[in-house]
């Protein structure tokens, strides 16, 4: 088992250098990116992830010269040469190398790299919860794009990082709502109802917040409200949790030192993290 990379077409090891220094990735956060996970040898959701990907690459207007196929088999070679069974996936297209000016160059050539490492899921998190602040959302207003241009993500997980706790949760102070997580989307429980935030470019729609509204909700009857709530309510919350390609479904206890519910995972919250993970058996094993 080893940690492997590959880069343009070519496999290597991951601490090669090979990005040139004029990438825009580097230069202009000019790209898109996927993170996908890998059960049991196989990548979950990797369909709802190579049509997110289409997606961000047409709103960004860098050309698709990777196709489905390809994408796919590049995921299946670096699973297989990697030897991981379970494991992290990050893939990411630029837009181009080229001498810097904002501008789209005339002649536009992406470049993938993608990284698969040991998984990095916490289920410790998953059995007791964890704390979480709250952070003002400065991004901009095209979050529905998964853009590497992460900075806005960056400095509200390193204000979590700073308070001991795992996520933020991110509030735009002109609206007084939530929105997601720092890396993660944001739900909550109230009197049996599972409450999001809709889809819209304020968020990112998360390929696990699309399986659970679509799958898990409606399997355990409960009823969903798509609709934005203040960090008041969130707070009144019997239940909050996040969701992502790497947290799964993980419960929050504290949001700015408040408990939320009795301070333990939610029975509903649990629920949903089961009929993911049945999902996750049957699709990898
Ligand atoms: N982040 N919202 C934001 C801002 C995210 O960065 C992510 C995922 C999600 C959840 O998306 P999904 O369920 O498709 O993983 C929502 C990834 C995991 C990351 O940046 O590492």
């Given amino acids: 088992m080893k940690e492997l990379s590959f880069f343009d077409g070519t496999f290597i090891q991951t601490n090669e250098k090979k990005v040139c220094i004029e990438d825009r990735g580097y230069q202009f956060g000019d790209g898109i990116y996927e993170a996908t ?11 709802r992830h190579l ?9 960004l207007r860098i050309p698709i010269t990777y196709m489905d196929e390809e994408l796919r088999a590049i995921h299946e070679d670096i ?9 992290s996936i990050y893939f990411q297209i630029t837009r181009c190398t080229a001498p810097r000016v904002h501008y789209f160059p005339e002649k536009v050539i992406p470049h993938l790299s993608m990284t698969m ?46 308070k001991d706790a795992q996520e933020a949760v991110l509030f735009r102070k002109e609206t007084n709502l939530i929105t997601e997580g720092s890396s993660s989307n944001l739900f909550i429980v109230k009197d049996e109802v599972l409450w999001t935030h809709p889809i819209n470019n304020f968020i990112l729609k998360g390929v696990t917040r699309s399986i659970l509204l679509e799958e898990c909700a409606p399997q355990l009857g409960l009823p969903v409200v798509e609709k934005a709530f203040s960090p008041q309510f969130a707070l009144s919350a019997d239940e909050m949790f996040v969701t992502s390609t790497s947290m799964e479904v ?9 408990t939320i519910g009795k301070g333990t995972p939610g029975k509903v919250t ?16």
């Fill in 79 to 87: 699973i297989q040469k990697s030897q991981i069974k379970d494991g």
């Fill in 270 to 285: 649990q629920k949903l993290l089961q009929a993911y993970h049945v999902l996750v058996k049957k699709e990898c094993y």
């Fill in 117 to 162: 490492r040991q998984s990095d899921i916490h289920s410790d998190w998953q059995e007791t919860g964890i704390h979480a602040v709250l952070s003002e959302d400065i991004r901009w207003l095209r979050c529905d794009i998964k853009t590497i241009n992460l900075l806005g993500n960056v400095l509200a997980k390193q204000h979590a990082h700073e």
């Fill in 51 to 59: 049509k997110r990907c289409r997606r961000s690459m047409r709103e």
């Fill in 37 to 47: 996970h890998v059960y049991n040898g196989k990548c979950f959701a990797l369909e």
């Fill in 250 to 258: 993980t419960p929050i206890i504290s949001l700015e030192g408040t």
